[in-house]
C-alpha cells in the first residue's frame, strides 16, 4: 500500500520541525568559572542553547553579561559561613556593580541542621542582604538555577557593564570616596574621615604614614605602599 501525503499537509509538517529548529538557535554566551565544570547547572543552559567561556574568574562563579553571580550549594554555604570564607566572597563580589548569590537547595534542604544554630544562620542571611548589600536568590536544584540564568541573560542588554559605569553619575565627593573605598580595609566611614581631614585625594596621597595613622591606625603602612 502506497501512502500519499497532502503537499499542503506536508509543508504544516515541515512547518512546524523548521519552528522547533529554531527554538533551539543559540542564545549568547555565559561566562564561568572554571570550578564550575562539574556542576550540572552548565549543562542546563547549554541545553538550553547557551555557549559557554570558560574562564578563571577572581570573583563569582558567573558573568552574564557583567552580572557577577556567586553559586553556592546548601552544604557549601554552611561550610563558608563557618569557615567565614563567604565573608571575603561577598566583599569581592560587591566590585561589581550588580550581582547576587544564589544558594541552591534551600527550599528542599534542612538548613537548620549542620552545626549552625538557627538563629545564627538567619542572621547571617541578614547580615548578607543588610551590611553586605547582596541579593539573594533561592532555587531548588541545578535546573531552577539554570531557569535564573537564562532569564537573566534575557532580560538584561546584551555587552559587559564595566566594573565602575554605575558610578558615573555620582558627585565629586561621591567619587573621591568611591576611589578609597577601593582600597583595602578602607570603608565609608574612614573614607569620609580621610577627605574631612586632607580635603582632597591628591593631599591623602601626599600625606606621610604617621599621617594616616590618625584616622588608618595599623593600616597606614599598607596603604602607603600600595600608593607608591
Not at 527554538?23 to 547549554?46: A, P
Amino acid at each position: 500500500m502506497v501512502w500519499r501525503v497532502d503537499e499542503e499537509i506536508m509543508a504544516k509538517i515541515l512547518d512546524i520541525f523548521s519552528k522547533r529548529q529554531a527554538k533551539k538557535e543559540k542564545k549568547g554566551k555565559i561566562v564561568v568559572d572554571n570550578r564550575e565544570r562539574n556542576s550540572s547547572v552548565v549543562s542546563e543552559l547549554v541545553g538550553m542553547g547557551y555557549s559557554v567561556e570558560w574562564r578563571q574568574l577572581a570573583v563569582g562563579d558567573y558573568l552574564v553579561n557583567g552580572v557577577a553571580i556567586e553559586r553556592k550549594t546548601v552544604s557549601d554555604f554552611k561550610s563558608s559561613i563557618v569557615n567565614k570564607r563567604i565573608v571575603s566572597q561577598l566583599l569581592e563580589l560587591k566590585q561589581y556593580p550588580k550581582s547576587f548569590l544564589i544558594v541552591e537547595g534551600i527550599i528542599d534542604e534542612d538548613v537548620y541542621s549542620g552545626g549552625i544554630h538557627e538563629n545564627a544562620f538567619r542572621g547571617f542571611i541578614l547580615s548578607i542582604l543588610l551590611e553586605f548589600g547582596v541579593g539573594i536568590v533561592y532555587t531548588h536544584d541545578a535546573k531552577d538555577t539554570a531557569k535564573y540564568i537564562d532569564v537573566l541573560a534575557r532580560r538584561r542588554e546584551k555587552g559587559e557593564i564595566g566594573i565602575r559605569a554605575s558610578k558615573i553619575l555620582l558627585s565629586r565627593e561621591e567619587q573621591q570616596q568611591f576611589i578609597l573605598e577601593g582600597f583595602p580595609n578602607v570603608g565609608a566611614v574612614k573614607a569620609k574621615a580621610l577627605l574631612e581631614k586632607f580635603g582632597s585625594l591628591g593631599k591623602i596621597f601626599g600625606a606621610s604614614e604617621e599621617e594616616l595613622k590618625e584616622i588608618l591606625g595599623v593600616r597606614a603602612e599598607e596603604f602607603r605602599k600600595l600608593l607608591e
